[in-house]
C-alpha cells in the first residue's frame, strides 16, 4: 500500500488498545482473546470468515467493522483514515510467516 | 519489523533505582551501600581463592593460618555488620517517625487482586472514592492508611516509599512522597493467588494547585449522563457490583467507577485506559486477567460493549 506506514500502525494498535481483544504479532502485553488472534493474518482469504481479504476492505474494517460487516462483534474503533491504512499495512507486514 | 512493544500501564516497569522522594531515597542510598559492599566481599573472596589455588607458597601459608580466621572470620565482619546495622538504621529513620498530624491521608484497601481507595478529611471520613490509583499533591508527606479485607497483600509503589503488608483486622501505616511530578507504577508485593503477578497500583503526582483542581472538580455534582449505555450498565447487572457516585449505581463488590473515564490504567494497573482496553476488558476481562472477580459478558453484542463503554468513559 502507498505510504501507508507500518510503524506508525503499531503506535495507532497501542493507542486504541486492539490488542486487549487480539493476539497481535510484535505486541508482547496484553494479548486478549475475545477476537481471533491476528498472527499470520496476511495469508489469510477471509476477513472474519465473510470479507474478502483486500487492503481496502481491511481498511475500513478496523476502522468501523459494523458498518463494513453488520452482526460483527468486532466494535468500531477510533482510527482516522489514515491511521486505518497504517493499522492495516501493519497487520500485512507482521502477519505473514 | 519492530521489537515487541508492550501495552503496559502507565508507571511501568516501575524503577526500583530511581527514587522520587525521601522515603524512597534512603532505601535506595541503603541498596547501593550493601551492593557495594558485596561486591568488594565477593572480590576479596575471589582473590584469596586465588591465592589459594595459584599464589605463592609463602601467601597460602599465611592465609591459611589461625590469624585470618580471627581476623577476616570474625572481627572484620563483626565490625562492619554492626556499624551496618547502625548506619542503615539510621538512614531509613524517617520511614519510623511520627507522621505529621497535618498530612493529607488516604485509606488504601487490598481486595483480591485490585485496591479501594478513599480519601480522607481531617476527621478520618471518606471525601471522595476512587480504585486503583491515587493523585497526590508533590513536596509533601501523604500518609497511608493500609488495610486488607480478605488476605494479606503488600503495597509497594517504590519510587515513593518502601513496601508494607496489608493485613486482614489490621491498620498500617506508610508515609509516601513524591518531589517531582509524575507517574509512578506500583504492584502487590505479597502474593494473594492467582492473578497477584497482575495486581498493580498508579500514583499520579501533580503540582498542588493542579491537584487541588481535580480534587475540586471530583466534589462538584455531576451532569448525569442518560441514554443506551447507562440503561444497560444497570441492565445487565454493571450497577449491583460496581459504585458510580451520584447514581443508584451502588455495588461494592468491584472497584468504584465513579471517576473511571479519567483513569489512566484499567485493570488495576495493568492497562493502560483507552477505547480498545476498556471495551475488551468488559466483554472478557477474563482473557487478560484469567481468575479475576469480574465476570466475562461475552454474550454483549459489539455495540452494547461500545454504548457501556462511551457511558463510562464520561464518569471523569
Ligand atoms: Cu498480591
Known amino acids: 500500500m502507498p505510504q501507508a506506514d507500518p510503524a506508525r500502525g503499531a503506535q495507532a494498535i497501542e493507542r486504541v488498545g486492539c490488542a486487549a481483544c487480539h493476539q497481535i504479532p510484535g505486541i508482547a502485553w496484553p494479548q486478549g482473546a475475545s477476537g481471533p488472534s491476528l498472527a499470520g493474518f496476511a495469508d489469510q482469504g477471509l476477513i472474519a470468515g465473510r470479507l474478502p481479504n483486500r487492503p481496502d476492505v481491511l481498511t475500513a474494517f478496523v476502522r468501523n467493522a459494523p458498518a463494513t460487516l453488520p452482526g460483527t462483534t468486532m466494535p468500531a474503533m477510533p482510527l482516522t483514515k489514515e491511521e486505518a491504512r497504517d493499522v492495516a499495512a501493519y497487520l500485512y507486514a507482521t502477519g505473514s510467516r | ?316
Not at chain 2, 512493544?5 to 542510598?29: C, E, L, Q, R
Not at chain 2, 546495622?85 to 484497601?109: C, D, F, K, Q, W
Not at chain 2, 485496591?115 to 513536596?139: S, T
Not at chain 2, 461494592?252 to 476498556?278: E, K, M, Q, Y
Open chain 2, 1 to 316: 519489523m519492530q521489537p515487541a512493544a508492550a501495552n503496559t500501564g502507565p508507571g511501568w516497569p516501575a524503577s526500583i533505582f530511581d527514587p522520587a522522594g525521601p522515603y524512597a531515597g534512603s532505601i535506595t542510598t541503603l541498596s547501593w551501600l550493601l551492593l557495594a559492599m558485596a561486591a568488594g566481599v565477593f572480590l576479596v573472596v575471589l582473590v584469596a581463592l586465588w591465592v589459594a589455588l595459584f599464589g605463592k607458597h609463602r601467601l597460602q601459608k599465611r592465609l591459611g593460618g589461625t590469624r585470618t580466621i580471627w581476623i577476616g572470620g570474625i572481627i572484620f565482619p563483626v565490625i562492619v555488620l554492626s556499624g551496618l546495622l547502625v548506619y542503615g538504621l539510621s538512614l531509613t529513620r524517617n520511614l519510623a517517625e511520627p507522621v505529621p498530624a497535618n498530612a493529607m491521608r488516604v485509606r488504601i484497601t487490598g481486595e483480591m487482586w485490585w485496591w479501594r481507595v478513599a480519601y480522607l478529611d481531617a476527621r478520618g471520613q471518606p471525601v471522595n472514592i476512587d480504585a486503583n490509583e491515587l493523585h497526590i499533591p508533590v513536596g509533601q508527606p501523604v500518609v497511608l492508611e493500609l488495610e486488607s479485607s480478605d488476605v494479606i497483600h503488600s503495597f509497594w509503589v517504590p519510587q515513593l516509599s518502601g513496601k508494607l503488608d496489608m493485613i486482614p483486622g489490621r491498620r498500617n501505616i506508610l508515609p509516601i512522597q513524591a518531589d517531582r511530578p509524575g507517574t509512578y507504577g506500583g504492584q502487590c508485593a505479597e502474593y494473594c493467588g492467582g492473578p497477584h503477578a497482575l495486581m498493580g497500583f498508579v500514583v499520579i503526582a501533580h503540582e498542588p494547585a493542579q491537584y487541588h483542581a481535580i480534587m475540586a472538580a471530583r466534589r462538584t455534582p455531576r451532569q448525569q449522563v442518560a441514554g443506551r449505555g447507562e440503561q444497560l450498565f444497570r441492565s445487565t447487572g454493571c450497577a449491583a457490583c460496581h459504585r458510580i457516585a451520584g447514581t443508584d449505581a451502588n455495588g461494592i463488590a468491584g472497584p468504584d467507577l465513579s471517576h473511571v473515564g479519567s483513569r489512566s490504567s484499567l485493570g488495576a494497573g495493568i492497562l493502560p485506559n483507552n477505547r480498545g482496553t476498556l471495551i475488551g476488558w468488559i466483554g472478557d476481562s477474563q482473557s487478560i486477567k484469567p481468575g479475576n472477580r469480574m465476570p466475562a459478558y461475552k454474550m454483549l453484542p459489539a455495540q452494547d460493549l461500545a454504548a457501556i463503554a462511551t457511558y463510562l468513559e464520561a464518569q471523569k
